[in-house]
């Protein structure tokens, strides 16, 4: 290579790595047509990477389907990179779906952990692969060509070696219909929904040259990974084992958790996990891939996924990997219309709820949870900034914040004479809100109460109530707040949360229920004049906690 020299060994200070990248960055703005140099160059620097024993496992697995249960920081995404190299060695040209929840999802979270992971074998983007467009007009002469490329590269991943991804959004109705595949992959799949992928991603992999492909391995394979599912939702991700019991050649089902992952992670890093949550079952269920009982029938019973929840994401402002997120990209949120904030209040944890009660179409919507520990030693200051960065773009259409709070936010803190609600209030006023404090006295509501207010609004049986929908990839803590809150009866037989998980040292906060406490406020202050004669008989619920 004539300037290797320039490329390389004059960039000495640099990593390996930050060395092929500026050596790409000069490559592109010279419009050089030589790529296939540096990519000799990086392949003569590829090191050798080595698989932990699940990894391993799956890798040799001869199984077409391949179900990887695996607990946080197991390796998930270091084997899927594998996976893919191994896929561009053994059957390039040949057409792959990725399946995610959204496209929001891809872009700011999945796929940025794919790029560094990629990296780590020494397959670099745009020089090994480009996201969402074609390699440069001068490269493509001795650029690989997959046997059915797409006429948009919008959501695609093309490689040097003529290999296809198609990201695929659970999000966007029918998308991944009319296309052809040879391989499948879904991640998270703890929060996907099976029925769209056996209706609009499974009858794709019908193959774009089946007399190619048929020998590889690959060639129909599909790949599921996830941690253990934290709401009944996802049960179908667990249920897969029984098929994989059944059919053990077809289908291989992996477990492990982060110890299997040990040697790769920081030192001290599972120790300090565990100090935060101890044995908290998220941690129990993240970390060592041990599944849940969850509530059945509890405090939110008639909570249903696919009735109240929804995605609404803007993609002409999600364009690009590893973008910012804020409410531009929110299409669900309604300019011109004010927001309604529930908050819970607390030293461990703050919390709150966005929300927007759209009158002439009777809904109430929550568009999106914060919340800040103080444990990383933020108040409540944080949270109202957090939301102030994400929001502050709807000012220019509406300034109106409307407050809705329990009755710690009328004590004076002690430390000033403001009330909490007052702070809150002075600090987003000087952010340019017009705020409203919506809790000014009085005592608050009993569960019973708020336990009865939701099974009518969740019923949608009473039409003077609005219908109730949540922004689910937006508002993830609260809906695993509400969907595990407990409930339990008490001594005369009216219902009431359990709420001992905030008291418990062993829980993290943001798992506990203050979340569905903050949902709880305005929506009990804006629809409480619904609830007469609630002293009646409460519905039949069958408790059964954890």
């Known amino acids: 290579m004539k300037d290797k020299e320039t490329l390389f060994h004059k960039i000495k200070t640099m990593s390996q790595s930050k060395q092929i990248k500026a050596a790409i960055e000069k490559l592109h703005k010279k419009n050089s047509g030589d790529f296939q140099s540096l990519l000799r160059e990086v392949e003569d620097r590829r090191r050798v990477i080595k698989l932990n024993f699940p ?21 998930k995404t270091t084997f899927r990179n594998y996976r893919w190299a191994k896929i561009n060695e053994d059957m390039p040209r040949s057409t792959g779906v990725f399946i995610g929840m959204s496209y929001q999802q891809i872009l700011t979270r999945i796929v940025p952990s794919i790029i560094a992971g990629l990296e780590m074998f020494g397959i670099y983007k745009d020089l090994h692969y480009f996201i969402g467009k074609q390699a440069p007009r001068n490269w493509r002469t001795s650029w690989g060509r997959a046997y059915m490329p797409p006429e948009k ?18 999000d966007v109705k029918g998308d991944g219909r009319g296309i052809t595949a040879d391989w499948l992959d879904a991640d998270e799949c703890g929060e ?61 089902y992996i477990r492990a958790t982060a110890l299997d992952n040990k040697d790769n992670l920081r030192k001290g890093y599972l120790e300090e996990e565990k100090g935060r949550s101890t044995a908290g079952w998220i941690y129990d269920a993240e970390y060592l891939n041990i599944r849940p009982k969850f509530v059945k029938d509890g405090f939110y019973g008639m909570l249903d996924k696919d009735i109240h ?57 929550t568009l999106k949870d914060f919340f ?10 944080d949270l109202f900034q957090d939301f102030h960065n994400y929001y502050h773009y709807h000012q220019s ?20 004479r403001k009330k909490r609600a007052e702070m809150a209030r002075d600090f987003l006023r000087a952010k340019g809100w017009k705020v409203h404090l919506m809790t000014l006295g009085g005592k608050n509501p009993q569960h019973d109460e708020k336990y009865l207010l939701w099974q009518m609004i969740l019923s949608e049986k009473d039409h ?42 062993r829980i993290k906060r943001q798992e506990a229920t203050d979340f569905s406490d903050a949902n709880d406020t305005p929506i009990h202050g804006l629809f409480k004049r619904f609830l007469t004669g609630f002293h009646a008989t409460l519905p039949n619920s069958r408790i059964i906690s954890h």
């Not at 590269?153 to 659970?170: A, C, N, P």
């Not at 993830?476 to 040292?505: G, H, P, Q, V």
């Open 55 to 75: 990894q391993m496992v799956a890798a040799l697995s001869p199984a077409r389907t391949t179900v990887l249960q695996w607990g946080r920081r197991t390796g």
């Open 397 to 416: 259409t509406n300034k109106d914040l409307y407050l809705w709070y329990d009755n710690t936010g009328n004590v004076h803190t002690g430390v000033t």
């Open 192 to 252: 996907l929904n099976y029925e769209k992928i056996e209706s609009d991603v499974k009858p794709t992999i019908s193959g774009t040259n089946t007399r190619e492909f048929e020998k590889s391995r690959f060639f129909a394979s599909e790949l599921y990974t996830g941690t253990v599912p934290l709401t009944p939702d996802g049960n179908w991700f667990n249920k897969m084992e029984e098929d994989a019991i059944a059919n053990p050649k077809q289908c291989a």
């Open 309 to 365: 929840c929804y995605l609404d994401y803007d993609y002409s402002f999600y364009i690009k990997v590893g973008q910012h997120q804020d409410c531009r990209g929110d299409r669900d949120l309604v300019k011109g219309q004010p927001l309604i904030l529930g908050i819970d209040w607390g030293h461990a944890i703050n919390c709150l709820t966005v929300n927007q009660h759209l009158k002439t179409i009777n809904e109430y919507r």
């Open 464 to 505: 003077r109530l609005p219908k109730y929908r949540m922004n689910q990839g937006n508002c993830k803590w609260l809906y695993i707040s509400m969907k595990n809150a407990k409930a339990k009866r008490k001594s005369n037989k009216l219902i009431e949360k359990d709420k001992s998980s905030e008291k418990s040292k």
């Open 153 to 170: 590269h919008d959501h695609y991943i093309t490689f040097w070696t003529g290999v296809g991804i198609h990201l695929i959004s659970q």
């Open 372 to 381: 800040v520990l103080g444990e990383d030693g933020k108040i409540q200051d």
